[in-house]
């Protein structure tokens, strides 16, 4: 059980807009700390795709977007292209804990 | 470019060990913590073990005591030496660059991973 739960997946049709959520508690999310996205195509290494909530690294699509707002956080994809089918994480750190946290992953399966 | 490059992965029996390397490149090794992560089969990101620029170290509750994370600023590697290894830390074991968003840690450079299969 992950301390951040996010959906097992999640479908859309190219061009259209998918959401993947991370829910999270107060001594993680709710906190003072912010939340990264990774995404993991098949068979590759994990990618940081946004950090500090919303920014995006270098070479990373604007298609790609992050928000947080109380205990959760969300990632959404527009645009959607047959490219974008991977798994996504969240990842952030929970005091509780003294640890950092990940989701347990949603895969992206682009219709 | 920025690289991360692991090596050391194989096939260890219950109770084995094994130690993991991580050689780093294209960026000013000693200025920057290094995280292990790994990924069991089928499963998701789990934090291991970190190492900050002046040497102190950090463990998972699941590893401690029996992993010891270090690194060597001359040869720009982490090593993570792994002991009484068991079954459950069967995984692809990742390593990464750190950076840190106001207190908020994360990887913004990972390596490719190795595999570590513990089993009789």
């Known amino acids: 059980q992950s301390v951040l739960m996010q959906p097992p997946s999640v479908s859309g049709a190219p061009g259209q807009k998918v959401t993947v959520s991370c829910a999270g508690s107060?001594?993680?999310?709710?906190?003072?700390?912010?939340v990264h996205w990774y995404q993991q195509l098949p068979g590759k290494a994990p990618k940081l795709l946004i950090y500090g909530n919303n920014d995006r690294p270098s070479g990373v699509p604007e298609r790609f977007s992050g928000s947080k707002s109380g205990t959760s956080a969300s990632l959404a994809i527009t645009g959607l292209q047959a490219e974008d089918e991977a798994d996504y994480y969240c990842?952030?750190?929970?005091?509780?804990?003294?640890?950092?946290?990940f989701g347990g992953g949603t895969k992206l399966i682009v219709l | 470019e920025v690289q991360l490059l692991e090596s050391g992965g194989g096939f260890v029996q219950p109770g084995g060990s094994l130690r993991l390397s991580c050689a780093a490149s294209g960026f000013s090794f000693s200025n920057y913590a290094v995280t292990w992560v790994r990924q069991a089969p089928g499963k998701g990101l789990e934090w291991v073990t970190a190492i900050t620029t002046g040497g102190t170290t950090y463990y998972a509750a699941s590893v401690r005591g029996r992993f010891t994370i270090s690194r060597d600023n001359s040869q720009n590697t982490v090593y993570l030496q792994m002991n009484s290894l068991r079954a459950e830390d069967t995984a692809v074991y990742y390593c990464?660059?750190?950076?840190?968003?106001?207190?908020?840690?994360?990887?913004?450079?990972w390596g490719h991973g190795t595999l570590v299969t513990v089993s009789s």
């Open positions: 990842q952030s750190y929970d005091v509780r804990l003294d640890t950092w946290v």
């Open positions: 990464g660059r750190e950076f840190l968003v106001g207190v908020t840690p994360g990887l913004d450079y």
């Open positions: 107060s001594s993680n999310i709710g906190s003072v700390y912010d």
